[in-house]
Nanobody
Framework: QVQLVESGGGLAQPGGSLRLSCAAS????????MIWARQAPGKGLEWVSG????????YYADSVKGRFTISRDNAKNTVYLQMNSLKPEDRALYYCTKGVAGVVGLPDYWGQGTQVTVSS
C-alpha cells in the first residue's frame, strides 16, 4: 500500500532553515508528481510546492517563492522541501502528498504530516 512518511519538522527561529523529507513506498515513485501542502492553526489548506515526476518542473505558492525549494531523488523514493528564511507564518502541519499523474495536480494519498514551528 502507498505510504508517505514525513520527517524533518521541528522548531526553528525566524530566519532559520529546516529541511523536510518524505519517504515514499508502495508505488512507482518516479511516475508521479509529489506535492507539499500545509495547514496552519485555524486556517485552510495551502498548496505549498509541487514537483513533476521527473523533476523537470516545479510549482511554488507565492507565500514561499524564493525561500523554499522542492526537490526529489527518484533513486531514493524521497521528496524534499528545503525551507529557508523561515517566518512565524510558516508555522503549520506540513503534509507530503502523491499526485495522480506525472504532472502536478490534486493528490490521492497523504502522509501523516510533520509539524513546523517558527518562533524565537
Amino acid at each position: 500500500q502507498v505510504q508517505l512518511v514525513e520527517s524533518g519538522g521541528g522548531l526553528a527561529q525566524p530566519g532559520g532553515s529546516l529541511r523536510l523529507s518524505c519517504a515514499a513506498s508502495g508505488f512507482t515513485f518516479s511516475s508521479y508528481a509529489m506535492i507539499w501542502a500545509r495547514q496552519a492553526p485555524g486556517k485552510g489548506l495551502e498548496w505549498v510546492s509541487g514537483i513533476y515526476s521527473d523533476g523537470s518542473d516545479t510549482y511554488y505558492a507565492d507565500s514561499v517563492k524564493g525561500r523554499f525549494t522542492i526537490s526529489r531523488d527518484n533513486a531514493k523514493n524521497t521528496v524534499y522541501l528545503q525551507m529557508n528564511s523561515l517566518k512565524p507564518e510558516d508555522r503549520a502541519l506540513y503534509y507530503c502528498t502523491k499526485g495522480v499523474a506525472g504532472v502536478v495536480g490534486l493528490p490521492d494519498y497523504w502522509g501523516q504530516g510533520t509539524q513546523v514551528t517558527v518562533s524565537s
